[in-house]
């Protein structure tokens, strides 16, 4: 079977006062249909640099990235964010606050006749757990049940690739527990292809199929 998600020897650069200033190269991996990716590393590696330049807000400067058989990224290419057929579950994508539960949800599904994105919308709350919260505001929600939403929004527009950038920072620990778990769970039944960033390494064995160590902009292992 072919890749879902593959970056082959990428290079991502920040454009500073003295010119580019590389922070990830010579960046590979490859990642089956169905699996969760993570990387881990400490803080300024290059993690969250890897993620916004999948999703398609850092241009590569060198090599590229496909996701299925799509060419998303190189030095030539570049499709925009919202043609990538990426989720993304990051700290910075709060879940509006006017908006109920089930609106945050529907929200990405606005092209989709009424009553199929209604039934979407019911389904991906219930494949969260969160039925009976459709109506609901995020502020009536505990951390944990917003992350939740937060997650039935990512998924459901069905991104052909879910990204999830420390998803449960914010939560304190036990519920950051839980939750990793539950999340690992949903993905599952999902089938979801998702690669997850973090810098909590139980997190990233409980969560993830395989986990890449990443040390200043490089991948210096990749599990299976
Ligand atoms: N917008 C930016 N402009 C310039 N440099 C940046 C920018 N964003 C990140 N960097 C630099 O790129 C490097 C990698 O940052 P990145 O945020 O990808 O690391 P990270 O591994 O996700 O860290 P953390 O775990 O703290 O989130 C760091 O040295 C950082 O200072």
Wanted: proline share 5%; aromatic share 4%; charged share 20%.
């Amino acid at each position: 079977m072919s890749a879902a998600l593959q970056l082959e020897e990428v290079r991502l650069a920040y454009e500073g006062a003295r010119g580019l200033h590389t922070v990830v190269d010579g960046f590979s991996l490859a990642l089956d249909a169905g699996r969760i990716g993570c990387l881990l590393g400490p803080s300024g590696c290059g993690k969250t640099t890897v993620l916004r330049a999948i999703a398609g807000f850092e241009p590569v400067r060198a090599g590229s990235i496909r996701l299925g058989d799509r060419l998303l990224s190189s030095a030539t290419v570049h499709l925009p964010p919202e043609e990538r057929r990426v989720g993304m579950m990051f700290q910075e994508y709060a879940l509006f606050p006017h908006l109920t539960a089930a609106q945050n949800v529907g929200f990405g599904l606005r092209k989709l006749p009424p009553a199929q994105r209604q039934a979407r919308v019911a389904a991906m709350l219930a494949l969260v757990g969160l039925g009976d919260a459709a109506g609901r505001y995020p502020h009536e929600l505990s951390g944990g049940q917003q992350q939740r939403i937060a997650l039935a929004r990512a998924l459901a527009p069905s991104p052909a690739l879910l990204l999830l950038d420390e998803p449960f920072s914010n939560l304190d620990a036990a519920t950051r527990e839980r939750l990793t778990v539950e999340v690992r769970d949903i993905l599952k039944t999902a089938g979801q292809t998702a690669v997850l960033v973090t810098h909590n390494e139980a997190e990233a064995r409980t969560m993830a199929d395989h986990v890449g160590l990443m040390h200043n902009g490089r991948l210096t292992r990749w599990t299976a």
